[in-house]
């Protein structure tokens, strides 16, 4: 018979997975340190009830979620969201891919729309998904994984940022990280060896504002296990 500790770990493991989320994002969100988590997280120790009620509610399942063995996860977490959610219809992002032909003046192709995760839904923010159609940004992301990022029209700082190249007739978007200095914007393909043959560009303050639109900084990273 599988032990409480191992259980809990599983599940923990497969919410990761599904829901896209680190081990990191869950101890910030929880408020623990990080290798207290791993602890769990691997089925070294266990966590007070307190404690698992709070991972409960970071990934939006009811508690069976968590101790039974091989839940229903989707089940669990629309239990969860009828116990806990107010009634009505949720706001979505959509997830785009950049289109390969460049037929149209934006690069960007509709996919689909994935209901926003409870945990955002107070935030009074919109969001928006990328799938990563290059190694540009390898290895911290990875082609065909998702970044869902939080839609601004300006840089807030250094960060992972999707942006668009403004053409006159076109545009292009990317992935990149961003690095803002005293009077210059570093514009960073973390792969320096990417397929795209892209490079680090640098830029100046004005010269960005007139050459890239900000479309949003990253929020979460989804992985590709496929």
């Known amino acids: 018979m599988t032990n409480s500790k191992d259980i809990l770990a599983n599940n923990i493991k497969n919410l990761l997975k599904m829901q896209g989320f680190s081990r990191e994002d869950v101890a910030n969100g929880i408020g623990v340190k990080y290798t207290t988590f791993c602890d769990w997280a691997k089925g070294r120790t266990y966590p007070k009830m307190e404690y698992i009620k709070e991972i409960a509610d970071f990934f939006c399942v009811t508690l069976s979620g968590l101790l039974e063995e091989e839940p229903d996860y989707e089940a669990c977490m629309s239990a969860y969201r009828e116990e806990h959610e107010p009634k009505g219809v949720f706001s979505t992002y959509s ?101 795209s043959m892209d490079v680090t560009k640098y830029l100046s303050i004005t010269d960005f504002k007139k050459k890239y639109k900000v479309l949003g900084k990253i929020k979460r990273h989804i992985r590709d296990f496929d």
């Open 95 to 195: 997830v785009f891919e950049i289109n390969k032909l460049h037929s149209t003046p934006d690069d960007l192709k509709l996919l689909y729309g994935v209901e926003v995760p409870y945990q955002w839904d107070s935030e009074n923010q919109t969001f928006m998904g990328l799938v990563l159609n290059d190694d540009s940004m390898s290895p911290e992301y990875l082609k065909n994984d998702i970044v869902v990022v939080t839609e601004m029209i300006t840089l807030s700082g250094d960060g992972d940022y999707i942006i668009q190249l403004l053409k006159k007739s076109s545009t292009k978007t990317y992935f990149r990280r961003i690095k803002i200095m005293d009077d210059s914007i570093a514009i960073i393909p973390l792969n320096p060896t990417n397929e």
